[in-house]
């Protein structure tokens, strides 16, 4: 019987975002686009809240894409 110790998560195809670029500004990683609260809890998190949070972290890299197109053009 596989029994995993609490506090540890099951291994997980879901692949963490990180690019180990770690720039935090406010809250927000620039370098993976996931909140403090996002990194913190990535380790624990079960398939779906991995995919909501990639997913978050997705859109807030893209936003961020778009604010540096601006800034520059």
């Given at each position: 019987?596989?029994?995993?110790?609490?506090?540890?998560?099951?291994?997980?195809?879901?692949?963490?975002?990180?690019v180990q670029?770690?720039?935090?500004?406010?809250?927000?990683?620039?370098?993976?686009?996931?909140?403090?609260?996002?990194?913190?809890?990535?380790?624990?998190?079960?398939?779906?809240?991995?995919?909501?949070?990639?997913?978050n972290a997705?859109?807030?890299?893209?936003?961020?894409?778009?604010?540096?197109?601006?800034?520059?053009?």
């Open positions: 019987m596989n029994v995993i110790p609490s506090g540890y998560a099951k291994s997980s195809r879901i692949e963490s975002p990180c670029i770690c720039d935090l500004i406010g809250n927000t990683c620039q370098g993976c686009g996931r909140t403090l609260p996002e990194i913190a809890s990535y380790g624990n998190a079960s398939d779906a809240q991995r995919q909501r949070i990639n997913a997705q859109r807030r890299m893209a936003t961020l894409a778009r604010k540096a197109v601006v800034r520059t053009a």
